[in-house]
Structure formats: C-alpha cells, structure tokens
C-alpha cells in the first residue's frame, strides 16, 4: 500500500503545529484544563487512522489531541474545548483530556487510565452483533497495561472474536515511573498472545513501518480475522502534563529523547515533499490554527445554567 506523502504531512504537521500553539497559550490561563501534549507521538495516531474509513470508532486516553485530529475532528471545537468555551466538542464540560467528534466516530478520550479499554471492546461486541463492516480501534498507554480490565477486554475480545485494534502507545513511562520499575514481564506483546490476542511490536519508531503495519493488521480485522495488537516505541518529548521539559526531575534524561528528537517524524515527512508545496501546506496550517484559536477566544463561556444541566438526584 502506498503512502500519500502530502496528506500524511498535512494531518501529522498540523498536530504538531496545534501542540505546539497550545503550549504557547497555556502559561496565559486562557486554556482552562490541564493538557497532556502528544508531541513525539503524532505518527502512531496518523499512521493507524489513514486506514480507517469515517465510520471507523476510536476511543483513545487523555493524551487526546493527536488522536482526535488524526480522525477528522473539528480543530475548532476542540481549541474551543480546551478554552472551556460552549461551542467546545462537550460545550466546554470535558476540556482537553475528553474530546469527542460524534460525526467523525471519536467517542471518547477519557482520563482515567484505561477506562476506555473496556468501552471501545463493547463497541466492537455491539459492531459484531450488528454484522456491522466498522472496526474499532482502541489507543492507551504502557501503563494502561497494568490495569486489570486491559487483560480482561483482551479476553473477551479474542473469545469474541471481535473487529477490534489495540493500539499501545509504549513511551516506557507512567507519568514519572519507568517501565522496569513497574512490570516484572516487559513483553507487553507476549502478555497479550497469552491471553489469544495476536500481537505485533514495532521497536523502531517510524511512520512508514507504523503506516504499512497498520494497514495489514486493519485487513486482517475487516476480513474477520478477530482482535489485533499493536505495541509501539515511542517517546514523550516533554512533561507528563503541561508545556514545559521535566528533564531536571531526575527520573529520565535529555539523552534518552534525544535520538527520537533527531529523527522527528514531522520533519522526515516534509524533506520528503516539493519544497515549494511544504510551505503552501504550511501555510495552509498556520491560517487554519490562527482561525480556531481565534473562534475559541471569540466564543462565549457556557451559562450559569449549564451547572445543573445533566445533573440528576
């Protein structure tokens, strides 16, 4: 399967590029929740969801953004969301650790560590009941994998039989705890085939082995093959929550992010391009982020009386 440079740049750079904007506004307090920015992970979510057609449903965790825009949604419902303003993707309720893009199948990111494992594979069982043609794909974290209900939806998925793709986001970190220090078994893919799921891990961190990997394992799942799992390397460029680098806390090193910096999936996308169709890109991207940054500012809080709306005794 060939790759289209030119859209695999679009979507990753313009992740990139809104990542990298919201840092810049977020010491202003304008941005009302707290973020957790993907940045040096933005080519698994671009890879997996260039195969996956509109009615395709992801659920993903509270490192949202890149998933969320990788799908299709709305760049200026989410500024809006981090804002907390109501014309947000959940009308300023959810900010950045919860987006939503119903017309695109993002049902949910969520913030509690693993929580939406087990949703995405009750998607999947609802799907297959159906007869449905849709897939699911469901991203987490390494340390998602430590959680009991992981295991337990993995089950379920391979005694079902389900359309389902676990996506593991492997940066070797939860929050400040490395993975030695957490797993006494680091083959997070042997867990996974333990339990019937067939697993693949892709240890060099490139897009081209993420894009094409992806596309054989999304085949295999429309074509009835059941449940597949997807461990990739990665690293976290900056701090677990919040814009800045946490290199001076002490639990890991500038040079330990270093050799995923030097070869920066955005940047080997672009040098791959017309010189002179990069810039119209990016500038077609700067224009389009300067615009929702701008429909976030414009935009009106929720009123008072969204307090108690979806409150229930």
């Not at 893009?101 to 990111?109: C, P, R």
Request: aromatic fraction near 8%; glycine fraction near 8%.
């Amino acid at each position: 399967m060939s790759m289209d440079i030119n859209k695999l740049y679009r979507s990753i750079k313009t992740i990139r590029r809104v990542e990298e904007i919201v840092a810049k506004i977020y010491p202003t307090d304008k941005i009302k929740s707290p973020v957790h920015l993907g940045i040096g992970h933005e080519a698994i979510q671009v890879g997996v969801c260039e195969h996956l057609q509109k009615q395709d449903v992801v659920f993903g965790y509270y490192r949202s953004h890149p998933l969320y825009l990788a799908k299709g949604g709305d760049l200026n419902a989410m500024m809006a969301e981090l804002y907390g303003k109501i014309s947000g993707c959940a009308r300023g309720w959810g900010g950045s650790m919860h987006l939503v893009d119903l017309e695109h199948n993002v049902m949910s990111t969520t913030a509690i560590v693993a929580s939406s494992v087990p949703n995405a594979v009750g998607y999947a069982y609802a799907l297959k009941l159906k007869k449905s043609n849709q897939i699911v794909v469901s991203f987490f974290g390494d340390g998602a994998t430590e959680e009991g209900v992981v295991s337990e939806s993995l089950n379920f998925a391979a005694l079902k039989k389900l359309p389902i793709l676990f996506v593991c986001e492997n940066n070797e970190l939860a929050i400040h705890t490395k993975r030695s220090q957490r797993q006494a078994v680091l083959d997070i893919c042997a867990r996974a085939r333990a339990i019937g799921v067939p697993s693949t891990h892709i240890k060099e961190y490139n897009i081209e082995t993420i894009y094409n990997t992806a596309g054989d394992l999304v085949e295999k799942i429309r074509n009835g093959a059941g449940p597949q799992f997807l461990e990739i390397a990665t690293s976290r460029w900056l701090e677990h929550v919040g814009p800045g680098e946490d290199f001076k806390l002490g639990y890991r090193t500038a040079d330990e992010v270093a050799p995923f910096r030097a070869q920066d999936e955005v940047e080997r996308l672009g040098n791959r391009l017309d010189p002179a169709v990069r810039v119209q890109i990016d500038q077609e991207i700067e224009h389009k982020i300067a615009q929702a940054v701008e429909f976030a500012e414009s935009s009106e809080f929720p009123p008072q009386q969204e307090l108690l709306k979806y409150v229930y005794k």
